[in-house]
C-alpha cells in the first residue's frame, strides 16, 4: 500500500504530421519513453491501459507488442476526449488498492495521411445515406465541427457570448504556443486574424478549431513513495473526477450551456481538498476555443455565462490571473485527445516548461472532453505530496 | 451543400411515409405518452421499449443553428453552405433539420418554426423547417 499516486514517467513521440507509424508503434515508442522518463525498465510495468482513438487503437495487444509480461492490469478504455484522466484515475486506484505498482497509460492516433488536407481526417463522407439517420448524416449532422458549432450559438443566444470572445481564447493559446517548441501552430495571431479565419461552422472560424496531429503520448502512475525513489520529480495526484451528464436531447436540456465538469469538478476538487481560488494553472481540452469558455465556468473560475468576459479580460494568457492552456493546448499545440493537457500539466508541475513556466505551479488542474460535451474528466495535479 | 441520395432502411419507413403524405411523424411512447425522434429505439423516460409512429403538429421553435461551410477547392471556390437547426417540437424532442426560406441573419432562439420537406429529384424527402405564419 502507499501513500497516494503519482505521474512518475512521461513520454512524448514525435507529434504532427509523423508518417509511417501505425497506432500501436507510436503508442509502444511513447511507453518506452515514459518508462525510461521515470528510470523504470519495461519488465518494470505491471499495468497498461489503452486507450481508444479514432484512427484505430493499439488495442491491449500492444501489451505483447512490447513484450510485457505478467500484467496485472491490462485494459483499453474508452470514454472519448475524457479517456486519459479516467486511465490515470483508473492507475491510481489499482496502485492504491495494491492491483498494481507501474501502470502506463497511453494514447496514440494517426488520422492524418500525407497529402491530405487535416480536416479530411476527421470527416467520413458518403453519397448515399439510408433512414432517418442516415437523413440527419446527409444534411450535415455528421460533422463534430457542426455539432459543436450548434453548441457554442446556443450558449451565445443564451449568454450573449460572441466569436470575438472566442478569438480572445485563440489568441491567449497561441501567445502560450510561441513558448513551447512542440507546438504545432507558433506563429502570433491577433483577434483579426481569428475573426478573418475562414468560416467552419459559423459560429466557429478556422481559428476556433483544435489541430489534428500524429503520434502517442504515455505516462506512468506508481506509488507516491516510490515515485520519489525514480528519476523525475513526482507529480502526484491528489483529485479526479468523471462527469456524464447525459443530456436529453429534448425539452429542458441544457445542451451548449454546460458540461460533465459541474459533475467531475466538485468531485476532484473535494478529494484534494481544494477550491477553484486555488488552482494555479489550467490545462483544459480545448477541441474548440468554445469548450474553453464553457469549462471555466462549469469549474467555477468565473460565474455561467461568464466564460466569454473571463476569457477577454486576458485571464487565460501569459501573465494573466489563470494561466490556461501554457503549452498552445489542441489549438496550437498538438491533438492528442485528453493527453494533451496532461502532458502540459506535468511539464509545468515539474516546472520545465522553460520560457513558459508559470512562476505558481502548486495546483494544476486538467480537464478532459468527450463527445459533444457529453464526457468529462478531471485531474488535480501537485508538485507536492497531498497532505 | 450537396445532401446526396437518401434511401430507405426499414426501421424508420413510416417517417418517409409521413413525409410524402406532408406530415411529420414521429416516435410516441405507448407507455407514458413522451414523444421521441423518429430514431429513438426505446423510451429513456419510462425504459419502455413499445415506441409507436404518430403525427407530430409539426409546430417548433428554433434552439440554435450553425452555418456548415464545405472546404474549399483547389480553385478556392466552396459549396453553397448549409444551414442546420437544432428545433425544440411543441410535444418535446428536438430534431436536426436544415432551416429554409430565411436567412441566418434572421435567427435567434425561440424562432416559431414549422416542419416541411425538401422535394430532391432522387431518392426520399428531407425534413426542413421554415419560419412559422
Ligand atoms: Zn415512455
Redesign the interface.
Known amino acids: 500500500m502507499t501513500d497516494g499516486a503519482a505521474i512518475a514517467g512521461l513520454g512524448m513521440t514525435e507529434l504532427g504530421k509523423v508518417y509511417g507509424r501505425s497506432p500501436r508503434r507510436l503508442a509502444a515508442d511513447a511507453v518506452r519513453l515514459a518508462a525510461a522518463d521515470a528510470g523504470l525498465a519495461l519488465s518494470d510495468l505491471d499495468g497498461l491501459l489503452v486507450s481508444h482513438g479514432l484512427g484505430g487503437s493499439p488495442g491491449i495487444e500492444l501489451a505483447g507488442a512490447l513484450g510485457l509480461r505478467d500484467l496485472r492490469l491490462l485494459s483499453q478504455m474508452n470514454a472519448f476526449g475524457a479517456t486519459a484522466g479516467a486511465m490515470v484515475a483508473h492507475a491510481a486506484t489499482a496502485v492504491l488498492s495494491g492491483q498494481a505498482t507501474a501502470v502506463a497509460c497511453v494514447f496514440a492516433d494517426a488520422p492524418l495521411r500525407p497529402r491530405q ?1 487535416s ?2 481526417a476527421y470527416d467520413r463522407g ?11 448524416a ?4 455528421r ?1 463534430v ?2 455539432f459543436y ?3 457554442a ?2 450558449h451565445m ?2 449568454y450573449g457570448t460572441t466569436s470575438e470572445q472566442f478569438g480572445a481564447v485563440a489568441v491567449a493559446t497561441r501567445r502560450w504556443a510561441a513558448m513551447n517548441p512542440l507546438a504545432q501552430l507558433r506563429d502570433p495571431i491577433t483577434l483579426d486574424d481569428h475573426q478573418n479565419s ?7 472560424h478556422l481559428l476556433d478549431c483544435c489541430l489534428v496531429s500524429n503520434g502517442a503520448i504515455a505516462v506512468v502512475v506508481t506509488g507516491a513513495d516510490r515515485a520519489r525513489d525514480l528519476a523525475r520529480p513526482p507529480v502526484h495526484l491528489w483529485g479526479w473526477g468523471q462527469g456524464h451528464p447525459g443530456h ?4 429542458g ?1 441544457e ?2 450551456l454546460t458540461t460533465g465538469a459541474t459533475i467531475s469538478g466538485p468531485i476532484a476538487m473535494k478529494m484534494a481538498g481544494i477550491t477553484p481560488g486555488d488552482v494555479d494553472v489550467c490545462q483544459l481540452y480545448d477541441c474548440y476555443t468554445y469548450t474553453v469558455l464553457v469549462s471555466l465556468e462549469d469549474y467555477g473560475f468565473c460565474a455561467k455565462g461568464e466564460g466569454g468576459a473571463f476569457a477577454a479580460s486576458g485571464a487565460l494568457g501569459p501573465g494573466g490571473a489563470l494561466s490556461t492552456n501554457t503549452g498552445g493546448g489542441q489549438l496550437s499545440g498538438y491533438y492528442m485527445w485528453g493527453m494533451t493537457p496532461l502532458s502540459e500539466a506535468v511539464i509545468q508541475a515539474r516546472g520545465e516548461a522553460g520560457e513558459r513556466q508559470v512562476p505558481a505551479r502548486d495546483v494544476v488542474l486538467v480537464s478532459g472532453n468527450g463527445g459533444i460535451l457529453d464526457h468529462h474528466s478531471t485531474l488535480i495535479l501537485s508538485p507536492h505530496p497531498r497532505t | 451543400m450537396d445532401i446526396g441520395t437518401l434511401r430507405r432502411d426499414g426501421r424508420t419507413d413510416p417517417f418517409f411515409d409521413g413525409a410524402a403524405d406532408d406530415r411529420l411523424v414521429i416516435r410516441r411512447c405507448a407507455d407514458c405518452d413522451r414523444w421521441h425522434a423518429p430514431d429513438a429505439t426505446g423510451c429513456p423516460e419510462c425504459g419502455g421499449d413499445r415506441l409507436e409512429w404518430a403525427a407530430a403538429d409539426g409546430r417548433a421553435e428554433l434552439v440554435t443553428w450553425a452555418v456548415l461551410h464545405g472546404r474549399p477547392g483547389p480553385d478556392g471556390t466552396a459549396p453553397e453552405p448549409a444551414l442546420l437547426a437544432l428545433v425544440e417540437l411543441a410535444e418535446g424532442p428536438w430534431l436536426q433539420a436544415r432551416l429554409d426560406g430565411v436567412a441566418p441573419a434572421g435567427l435567434r432562439a425561440g424562432l416559431p418554426l414549422r416542419a416541411a420537406f425538401g422535394h430532391p429529384e432522387e431518392g426520399e424527402l428531407h425534413l426542413l423547417f421554415r419560419p412559422a405564419g
Open positions: 488536407p480536416g479530411a458518403a453519397r448515399e445515406y439510408h433512414g432517418y439517420g442516415g437523413m440527419t446527409a444534411l450535415g449532422f460533422s465541427n457542426a458549432a450548434l453548441a450559438r446556443r443566444e443564451r475562414r468560416w467552419v461552422a459559423e459560429p466557429l436529453r436531447q429534448e425539452r436540456s445542451f451548449g
